[in-house]
């Protein structure tokens, strides 16, 4: 059916501004003219919500496009380059640095409904349009014998556009790598309506989108690479009286050779957060846990791998747990996955960090954010694919009860943390608006002019997402507020 | 989710909004479980994009009319509160704003006829009763009507049986083991009659004693979901009047939306007179299935005949029982406990059929395209039977499954335990 577009009821007592439901922008009339109704929004409570992604709320957008093909994104832009709005892209919105998020009036172009997905088993490869939902390429490959491995914890919601835009992780990412891995092509139309299909030969220029937020094209489809899933898979969960042990254990077992397939920490915020919503059985009063698959093709190995892992946990003082059947393993991963969302149980907002740091520093690096947590008195939880460095460091805040000003200084130490042990500020969920002030200090200046030179030469008008990623050229001091 | 909805002028309902709204982190784990948006991908017709709509109405910043017709698509089916981690309350928000919006709505005389109607007529078997026959003889008609005349109709069966009124007191059959209210249920005593027969029958023959209290009514979850909330009030105190919970060992439905609705009287009373009666009257309901499940799993349910050949039950899980109850396993293992019974999972088992209680009148499209879906998945296990615990649900598969040209029986799932104690399955 056409969804209806505009209010069939009349006027209403309530207060506030009220809309008439003709398009109150030129932009939206002109998109309207050229795609049709039913592909344009342009009432104001059609618009309104496509202003936030997981994260933050940002600016309505003056009209948002729901494409159905490349030739209707090739249309949006234009007429958006023609109208001088910028455009940004956004998949499900489930990002968590406030990518999808239009921090100006803008075009948002929301992908949800390309939707079309083939699989190629012979070659071991399937062709996604960006809205297709991520866990959707498993499912349609799993008949064939084929997975595909990037799976962040919001697989089930977010989109292949948005996990190429983030260049999305997920626990499978230590032994299987990240989205940018299995990505072999794809197609994106640039600022200038555009269309190109890259594939990774000469310059990667497809490595350059991948991450890129939706800052320098948007992208319409991709190949993706699969891969048959392992035969065996163990999980052990383990858990540790101190933080820091947590971390000791994870480089000892890695040191001794052991490669698993996920390794996943949560301190006691987080599994105490997680229990109250599921009550599965984790370890209310442990300091942290750690969650490990070891998986592969022969079994031996694949136990081996868990008994080295099991032996370094002791070693760290942890007590462990394996589980003895799928049912159990998968709820112990189900209680990962459930760690985001079960925080907003605490408070209501969050400002939520992606910082990786060398393995070899985690132990230092989750002890001084605990300490720099529990000297400033805000609720700061901790998790993350800690195999990989990758640490979630969360500060839950309510603003009515906490100063974003204290909640935004903690960010910054936790962000100086990592960077002063050698990591980065983002593994996996990209800098987006949350953590852009954040990145002078990250990047050398000589650095970040190149990055504005990429993004000029694709971009010269500051159309695509503009407020993104790079910090303006001329300001030099990070300033921002959640 | 931070708010600025001024909970003081709007009383007890205002409060359980606002909590909802705080405890939303727009996380968007519930998109994919929206029925709506699966069916038309737009964030304003998904539970992240209603609770930001509700939102923006209550702190006005957003006419009433402008956010109106996408909660109307809302089915109430609750898919989104089992799929969100954070636990939102979303029913208890949208049942709320409906109630408190409905004065404020501004409907065509049409619609607003058309909306007494169907409150009228669903709580009142008799009256639905005579409606149904009308209905059904006027079916050949139906081409000629306007769809939301239409509608209805494409629900009715070609066969509308007779009414069969139910003893007050059915008595316990051998050792008595257990005493419980049911509620009758209005719409279904007309159209499936035998729902509640055999429902007697099967708590008889396991030793359970059962009264129909008289002064019951309509347990008002119609009312109150579709925002007429007075006449909810009303048919609320009307039962917790008819049914004093000391007297039973459980208060019992066979109708998964109004075991729901009841299990609710505490929210809609919540601030209220009488708020404690709720309490207790609520902690005694169960769905039929979750008193026979509980007898089953303390091995004191009588055992049901071997079928006589292998049967595959298609099981659906009605929304008000999967969702709004929390009932999955206990239908289940009930069927399964007839010896021959495998019991096939639906694909897209946690999307909703479209029925959810007034929606096929409401919004007979999108209704129908979730029907068309839902018939589709359950025939793709190439069922011998299709078993559900509701009439909405059990109407609307129906419907669909005939016209995709298939004549699999459609059965409550007490139907189903009751043929098998027969012999008959
Ligand atoms: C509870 C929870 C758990 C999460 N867990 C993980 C995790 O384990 N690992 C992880 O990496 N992330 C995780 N995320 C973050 C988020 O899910 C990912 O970043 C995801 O990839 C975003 O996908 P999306 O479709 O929601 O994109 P959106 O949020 O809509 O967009 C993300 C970015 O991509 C851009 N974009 C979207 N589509 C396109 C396109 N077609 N072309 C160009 N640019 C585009 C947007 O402009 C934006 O900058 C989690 C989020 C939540 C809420
Ligand atoms: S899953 Fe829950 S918290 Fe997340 S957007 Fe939906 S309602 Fe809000
Ligand atoms: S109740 Fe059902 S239809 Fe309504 S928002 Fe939730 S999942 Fe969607």
């Known amino acids: ?482 | 989710m931070n708010n600025e909805i001024p909970v003081q002028s709007l009383g007890p309902q205002g409060e359980v909004m606002a909590h909802a709204v705080d405890a939303c982190v727009h996380c968007g784990f519930c998109l994919p479980a929206c029925p709506t948006y699966a069916i038309l991908g737009d964030e304003m017709d998904s539970p992240r994009g209603r609770i930001v709509l509700m939102k923006e109405v209550l702190e006005g910043e957003l006419p009433l009319a402008d956010a109106a017709p996408h909660l109307d698509r809302c089915l109430g089916c609750q898919a989104c509160v089992s799929a969100c981690p954070s636990g939102v309350p979303y029913g208890e928000l949208i049942t709320s704003f409906r109630g408190w919006s409905e004065p404020l709505r501004e409907r065509s005389p049409f619609d607003r006829a058309k909306r007494a109607a169907i409150l009228k007529i669903l709580p009142a078997p008799r009256v639905f009763s005579v409606a149904a026959r009308v209905g059904q003889y006027a079916k050949p008609l139906a081409p000629l009507l306007p769809a939301a005349l239409r509608a209805p109709m494409d629900l009715l069966p070609e066969h509308v049986p007779a009414m069969q009124p139910n003893a007050r007191v059915t008595p316990a059959r051998g050792r008595k083991r257990g005493r419980v209210a049911f509620l009758a249920g209005c719409a279904q005593q007309a159209l499936a009659p035998n729902f509640n027969a055999a429902t007697l029958r099967v708590l008889a023959r396991n030793g359970i004693e059962v009264v129909i209290p008289e002064g019951q009514g309509c347990c008002g979850a119609a009312a109150l979901h579709t925002g007429a909330r007075d006449e909810a009030l009303r048919l609320v105190r009307q039962n917790l009047r008819a049914f004093d919970p000391d007297e039973y060992d459980a208060i019992l439905s066979n109708a998964a939306g109004c075991g729901a609705g009841l299990k609710e009287y505490p929210v809609v009373v919540h601030g209220l007179e009488g708020e404690e009666r709720a309490r207790a009257f609520a902690a005694k309901v169960q769905d039929i299935s979750e008193y026979l499940g509980k007898l089953l799993r303390e091995g004191d349910l009588e055992r049901p005949m071997p079928t006589s050949r292998p049967l595959t039950v298609a099981y659906h899980d009605a929304c008000h029982l999967a969702h709004a109850q929390k009932i999955r396993l206990a239908p289940r293992e009930l069927l399964r406990a007839i010896p021959g019974v495998t019991v096939a999972e639906v694909p897209e088992g946690d999307l909703c059929c479209g029925s959810a209680g007034t929606y096929n009148l409401e919004q007979p499209e999108l209704a129908n395209q979730l029907g068309v879906r839902k018939a589709g998945n359950i025939l793709s296990t190439t069922p011998d039977l299709i078993a559900s615990g509701n009439i909405g649900c059990h109407t609307q598969i129906q419907s669909h499954v005939r016209r995709q040209g298939s004549r699999v029986p459609v059965l409550h799932t007490v139907e189903v335990l009751d043929l098998a104690y027969r012999g008959e399955l």
């Not at chain 1, 007592?13 to 109150?24: E, F, M």
């Not at chain 1, 088993?121 to 499912?139: D, I, K, W």
């Not at chain 1, 105490?272 to 969650?291: C, Q, S």
């Not at chain 1, 650095?447 to 990429?454: E, F, I």
């Open chain 1, 1 to 482: 059916m056409t969804p209806e577009k505009v209010a069939s009821t009349p006027g209403s007592p309530a207060r506030g501004p009220r809309s008439n439901g003709v398009p109150d922008s030129p932009l939206a009339a002109e998109l309207t003219r050229t795609l049709g109704p039913k592909k344009v929004l342009s009432a104001r409570s059609e618009r309104l919500n496509y202003r936030y992604d997981a994260i933050q709320f940002g600016e309505t957008p003056l009209a948002v496009v729901l494409p159905e093909s490349t030739a209707d994104v090739v249309t949006a832009v234009r007429a958006a380059r023609a109208a001088g709005v910028p455009v940004v892209g956004r998949g499900a919105a489930s990002g968590l640095s406030g990518g999808a998020a239009p921090l100006r009036e803008s075009l948002v172009i929301s992908f949800t409904r390309m939707t079309r997905l083939e699989v190629f088993p012979e070659r071991r490869e399937a062709r996604a349009q960006s809205g297709v939902v991520t866990l959707s390429v498993t499912e349609k490959a799993r008949p064939h014998g084929l997975i595909y491995p990037p799976d962040p914890a919001s697989f089930r919601t977010s989109t292949i556009g948005g996990n190429l835009g983030e260049n999305a992780g997920g626990p499978m990412c230590f032994k299987y790598g990240v989205t940018g891995d299995y990505v072999k092509g794809l197609e994106f139309v640039d600022e200038g309506g555009e269309v190109h299909e890259l594939t990774r030969d000469a310059y990667d220029l497809a490595g350059l989108l991948i991450g890129s937020e939706g800052t320098l094209g948007l992208i319409t489809e991709a190949t993706l690479r699969l891969t048959p899933p392992p035969r065996y898979t163990r999980t052990l969960m383990a858990s540790f009286p101190e933080v820091g042990e947590a971390a000791e254990a994870v480089s000892a077992a890695i040191a001794a050779g052991a490669v698993p397939s996920k390794l996943e920490f949560m301190d006691r915020a987080c599994t105490n957060a997680v229990e109250d919503f599921l009550a599965i059985g984790l370890p209310r009063e442990a300091g942290a846990v750690l969650l490990v698959d070891t998986d592969g093709d022969d079994l031996e190995t694949v136990e081996e791998e868990r008994a080295l892992v099991e032996a370094a946990c002791l070693r760290a003082g942890g007590t462990v747990r394996r589980a003895a059947t799928d049912a159990e393993s998968a709820a112990l991963w189900q209680a990962r996955r459930s760690v985001s969302p079960a925080l907003g149980r605490i408070r209501p907002q969050r400002m939520n960090e992606d910082i990786v740091v060398p393995r070899s520093a985690l132990p230092d690096v989750v002890r001084e954010i605990r300490a720099l947590g529990d000297a400033s008195g805000l609720p700061l939880v901790q998790f993350g694919h800690i195999g990989d460095g990758n640490l979630h460091p969360n500060i839950l805040f309510d603003p009515r009860r906490e100063s974003p000003a204290a909640v935004h200084d903690l960010a910054h130490e936790i962000a100086l943390v990592a960077i002063r042990h050698g990591g980065v500020l983002s593994g996996e969920h990209g800098i987006g608006t949350m953590k852009r002030p954040f990145m002078r200090e990250a990047v050398d200046p000589v650095t970040l002019g190149a990055l504005w030179s990429v993004k000029h030469a694709l971009d010269p008008r500051e159309l695509l997402n503009p407020g993104k990623i790079l910090p303006d050229e001329h300001e030099d001091a990070p300033h921002a507020h959640p």
